[in-house]
């Protein structure tokens, strides 16, 4: 059964940094381009970043481009997302999930290309 864990949330303040990691049970991440979504309060569910499966191709949100960096170490069966520069919009729940369904070849952050979500992992900016 292919799952995801997530990991490394937690509450800063404003201008601080949160390292995000995402691990793999019962499936090996490499054969995956892995996506990191959050959901905040009463939003729809938004893509955040997303890297390829050999890590050598990454996206960004534009609200996200230049604070955060997707990363992975394949080795260790695991992705991250360093966060820097947190604002307070950046609070809600962070999830990852393994691009399963593919609509392109391209990388994009579309929902519906995703499974395995994990359960999430809360961030809260807040002073």
């Known amino acids: 059964q292919l799952q995801l864990v997530e990991s490394g949330g937690g509450s800063v303040q404003p201008g601080g940094s949160l390292r995000l990691s995402c691990a793999a049970s019962g499936f090996t991440l490499d054969y995956y381009d892995i996506g990191w979504f959050r959901q905040a309060p009463g939003k729809l569910r938004e893509g955040v970043s997303c890297?390829?499966?050999?890590?050598?191709?990454?996206i960004y949100a534009e609200s996200v481009k230049g604070r955060f960096t997707i990363s992975r170490d394949n080795a260790k069966n695991t992705v991250y997302l360093q966060m820097h520069s947190l604002k307070p919009e950046d609070t809600a729940v962070y999830y990852c999930a393994a691009r399963i369904y593919p609509s392109a070849q391209e990388l994009r952050l579309l929902i519906a290309d995703f499974g395995a979500w994990g359960q999430g992992t809360q961030v809260t900016v807040s002073s």
């Open positions: 890297i390829s499966r050999d890590g050598r191709t990454t």
